[in-house]
């Protein structure tokens, strides 16, 4: 029988009910940034080794250069002078963003996340990163999000993608990783759904997968694409393009990209600002 005799009992047994996503990251962050990333055992704290970690860092590597080869085969040109990781967690992503533009800042709900991405900058020698709990107000080349949105509820999760757009500078692109389709069963995408509305079944869940008890469950949102993209459109971009993702063990995603071109207004406009 669980109890909650202590205030770390407490509090881990608060993370079950958490008021937010936000909530649910940040306890990751504190008890298992890895893991809260790519949600294999073998990131668990207890179980990560220099091994499980170098490939934690290279599946980084080898994702975002597959993703520029990807946008230079759709002949879209990326200025690469400042950059945006928005959910950089412990910098998976980040870091290879930054050995490929001058200036790139990571964002993160997570103290936790952010204290193991400063670490992992130093022990690499990144010194081009500035990280920070909220986007700044600047315009970016580029701005970057893979494995946050479908964590994050559907309709927060639009106006989140649409104030990245807002920081897009002219000539820049916003390139978003999403999941937009379940590949289970109905039985399960409902049980998970369950799941997400009912946060204690969290604990019967966590048991039977030999998990510690506390663990707090992440949700896992499909997107409109016809939505976003309506609202992208209406927002100034002009072309979206989707590039097929490999999909994970439960869902079909997408890379969505969107250029912020030249005003044909004002051809001049170009470059960031601060």
Known sequence: MISATNSTDCLALMRIFAD???????????????????????????????????????????????LMSSIGRQVIEIRRDRALDFGCGVGRLTIPLAK?????????????????????????????????????????????????????????????????????????????????????TWTNYQLRRVRNAVPILQIPYNLLRSRPWNRPG???NVCDLNVLSASLLEAGATAITLLRQISDRSFDGVYLLAVKEFSRANPATSGNSS
């Open 218 to 220: 992440r949700q896992m």
């Open 20 to 66: 937010s996503t936000d909530q649910v990251w940040k306890a990751f962050g504190k008890d298992e940034p890895y893991f809260g990333v790519l949600s294999y055992d073998k990131y668990s704290r207890e179980r990560l080794s220099s091994s499980a970690l170098e490939e934690f860092c290279q599946s980084g590597e080898d994702a975002l250069a597959a």
């Open 100 to 184: 490929r533009c001058s200036e790139t800042i990571g964002v993160d709900v997570s103290e936790g996340m952010l204290a193991e991405c400063r670490k992992n900058l130093a022990q690499r020698h990144v010194n081009n990163v500035l990280l920070s709990h909220q986007i700044p107000d600047l315009k970016f080349d580029l701005i970057h999000s893979a494995l946050v949105f479908q964590h994050i509820n559907r309709v927060r999760g639009h106006n989140l993608i649409l104030d990245c757009w807002s920081k897009v500078a002219v000539g820049g692109l916003l390139a978003v990783q999403l999941p937009i389709r379940y590949n289970g």
